[in-house]
């Protein structure tokens, strides 16, 4: 996965199915290639700290004090993703405990003593209060196993600043530890530390998370954090003996690669956002395709890569809905729109190349044009309006066409029985500009949920149901758009788009 520092884009550049004895040194140079051809420059690459990439980083020589490597003599910085890093730290404070030296200049450096009991503490004491000091903090935060080990943002939540001013908080009161000003200020260190490699935007109300530029702190919290971390010791809670935990030099590499990337790229851009150094991107792309192959966990090779095709095309057309709301997830690089649709649906829709029965549900369809309309209820009638709505105005920001508004939307609102629900939700949310569907829209819906629900059946019966889906969802005539045949095909294309995710 390649990804955008300046842009906010990304994109898939191939896979790779490993074994243990894999030349990842050959892989990677190869990508680098690949990029530069596209005249794309690579500033870094980044990888979690699995034993395979922290072998690469040994092979490539990339170390605390060199974080980076050469390419034909380019300097191309490596490090560690920042949220794994956090995530590992998490674990280590919870099997184990972490000593640290107090930072604050006093006479004599004192070793401290991170310890998570005082969280586990903080939690039952705070969870039992009418009013909360630390309402963030959960069971799911505590109680850190199988799953929830892997989630960033409870890593992330129990290292942060309101847990450690919780902490404070409680020190001293109802026989509390007074240690736990201890544990406190190491949480409120790696809080600030993760902001300060998480910045996502230009602006934000703690300076951390605003975008690195020359005369921001960064640097400056970095250079003062590697000696604090050096001083990091981890003694295991069992035989008391001292243990190597990876993300301490996981973190001293990642600290000065971006150290080093900050004076390259500061003499060429004026701003960095240092959030978009981690794997995020490749994260949710994994997440979608274990989404797509029913969360199985152990895809064989044809599955994954008829997986993955799935995830990149169905992410295209996604972006390309959503174009505005999304700024936070990076945007595809390569550009589908001029391939042919209809392929690319087939591709979307087509069940694992395992199943390779060629019986086309659309000969077994009973004809569905003379639909006799209203098993719905008016509750439901609501909805489907809704729906209808909500589509709309997903449509527009993909197809921003007056013609196409007039047939679908309903500017003059008008109130009818199944349009009650949209008068409250707009009540509720004024601003959101919600899409009231024209009458001609709404019973398209409804045609659809009625062709839907006669098939139900012959859904579930047999395999390849999305596309058993879309061949007969596909004959509800998107008839009131004769009047617009230019963008009929459009439209009727992108509504069963959205309706088969
Ligand atoms: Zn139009």
């Not at 500033?43 to 690469?56: E, F, H």
């Not at 004026?270 to 969360?295: C, H, P, V, W, Y």
């Not at 309006?385 to 047939?407: H, P, T």
Request: overall charge neutral; proline content about 2%.
């Amino acid at each position: 996965m390649a990804r955008g520092i300046v842009k906010n884009w990304k994109q898939v550049l191939g896979y790779h199915f490993t074994s243990s004895s894999e030349d990842l040194q050959e892989l990677i140079h190869e990508a680098i290639d690949i990029l530069h051809t596209c005249e794309l420059e690579v500033v870094s690459i980044v990888c979690d700290q699995g034993p395979t990439n922290q072998r690469l980083f040994k092979e490539l020589n990339v170390t605390k004090d060199t974080p980076f490597f050469l390419h034909k003599s380019k300097k191309i910085f490596a490090m560690y993703d920042p949220p794994h890093l956090l995530k590992s730290v998490r674990n280590n404070l919870k099997n184990h405990g972490i000593f640290f030296e107090d930072k604050v200049a006093s006479d004599e450096p004192r070793t401290c003593f991170a310890d998570w009991s005082h969280i586990q503490k903080l939690y039952e004491m705070d969870s039992k209060k009418k009013i909360c000091a630390c309402r963030k903090l959960t069971k799911r935060h505590i109680e850190v196993s199988g799953l929830k080990k892997m989630n960033v943002k409870l890593a992330a939540q129990v290292l942060s600043h309101s847990v450690a001013a919780a902490l404070n908080l409680y020190v001293g009161k109802e026989d509390f530890d007074s240690k736990a000003s201890e544990t406190a200020q190491f949480v409120y260190n790696m809080d600030k530390l993760f902001d300060s490699v998480n910045a996502r935007s230009w602006k934000h109300e703690k300076k951390e998370m605003c975008a690195l530029t020359e005369n921001s702190d960064h640097v400056e919290l970095w250079k003062e954090t590697i000696p604090w971390i050096e001083k990091w010791h981890i003694r295991s809670s069992k035989t008391g003996k001292k243990i190597y935990a990876a993300c301490k030099n996981g973190w001293l590499i990642t600290l000065n690669a971006f150290i080093g990337i900050s004076e390259v790229l500061l003499k060429k851009i004026k701003f960095i956002l240092t959030g978009r150094f981690s794997q995020d991107a490749l994260e949710n792309t994994f997440a979608s395709i274990r989404r797509r192959g029913g969360f199985r966990d152990n895809p064989d090779c044809n599955e994954f890569r008829h997986t993955i095709q799935k995830v990149i095309i169905t992410n295209f057309f996604k972006q390309s809905i959503n174009k505005n709301c999304q700024d936070d997830d990076a945007y595809n690089l390569i550009d589908f729109s001029s391939f042919n649709k209809k392929e690319l649906v087939d591709i979307i829709c087509s069940e694992d190349s395992a199943s390779s029965e060629k019986d086309c549900a659309a000969e077994n369809v009973p004809h569905v044009d003379s639909l006799h309309l209203n098993t719905l209820d008016s509750i439901e009638e609501n909805v489907l309006s809704y729906i209808a709505g909500y589509f709309a105005n997903k449509y527009f920001s993909f197809n921003d066409c007056n013609e196409c508004l007039k047939l679908m939307v309903d500017e003059a609102k008008i109130l009818a029985n199944h349009t009650v629900l949209l008068y409250f939700k707009e009540y509720d949310i004024s601003k959101s500009g919600l899409k009231w569907p024209t009458d001609n829209l709404f019973q398209y819906f409804v045609n659809l949920h009625e062709c839907f629900s006669t098939n139900f059946d012959l859904f579930f019966k047999r395999n390849n149901i999305s596309k058993k889906f879309q061949d007969v969802l596909s004959k509800v005539d998107i008839e009131f758009f004769n009047d617009h045949l230019q963008h009929k095909e459009k439209a009727h294309f992108f509504l069963f788009l959205l309706l088969l995710e």
